[in-house]
Every structure is written in C-alpha cells, then in structure tokens.
C-alpha cells in the first residue's frame, strides 16, 4: 500500500536552515503530484509547497516565498523540502502528499509528519 515516510525534522535556530524529506513507497511516484504541508499548534493546515510530476515548483505561499523550495527525485521516490531562513512561525509539523489521479478520481496519501521547532 501506499506509504509516504518524513524525515529530517529537529530543532534550529532562526535564520538556520532544514531539508525535509519525504521516501515513498506502494505507488506511481513518478505521476504524482507531491505537496508540503505543515500545521502549527492550534491552528489549521497550510500548503506550503507543491512539486509536478516534472519537478516543476508552483506558487508558493508568501509566508514562505524566496526561502522554501520544494524538490523531487523520481529516481529515488522521494521529495525534498529546503527551508531556509527559518522563523520562529516555520515552527509546526511538516507533512508530504500524494496526489494521483486513479480511476477516474484524485487519491490522496499522506505521511505521518516530522516536527520542526524554530527557536533559540
């Protein structure tokens, strides 16, 4: 079945740096459109990065523009998060996504998430 794995969460300080990433296993990995998400406490999930098929990056959401960029290597099946100039409000749990279009409809999978901490 399908299964997405986060790694490479911790604790950095501001201004430091991240790289996430996202194993997966169980499915098409080169035809699915993969995605970043994180969640801080108390509040909703957000989308933070998006990755085609291709490796092209979409629109990233200010909050994180010109500092997070999203990667894949279908080779691999996984997809990388770069987080750079971390603040305190990058602070949550970061997961990755799946999104196939199988049998006439969108599935989606998810991975359990890695938690990043921004403080000094």
């Known amino acids: 079945q399908a299964q997405l794995v986060e790694s490479g969460g911790g604790l950095v300080q501001p201004g430091g740096s991240l790289r996430l990433s996202c194993a997966a296993s169980g499915f098409d990995f080169s035809s699915a459109t993969m995605s970043w998400h994180r969640q801080a406490p108390g509040k909703a999930r957000e989308l933070v990065a998006v990755?085609?098929?291709?490796?092209?990056?979409?629109n990233a959401p200010e909050s994180v523009k010109g500092r997070f960029s999203a990667s894949r290597d279908n080779a691999k099946n996984t997809v990388y998060l770069q987080m750079n100039s971390l603040k305190p409000d990058d602070t949550g749990d970061y997961y990755c996504?799946?999104?196939?279009?199988?049998?006439?409809?969108?599935?989606?999978?998810w991975g359990q998430g890695t938690q990043v901490t921004v403080s000094s």
């Open positions: 996504k799946a999104a196939l279009w199988i049998n006439s409809r969108w599935r989606d999978y």
């Open positions: 990755v085609t098929e291709t490796g092209r990056s979409l």
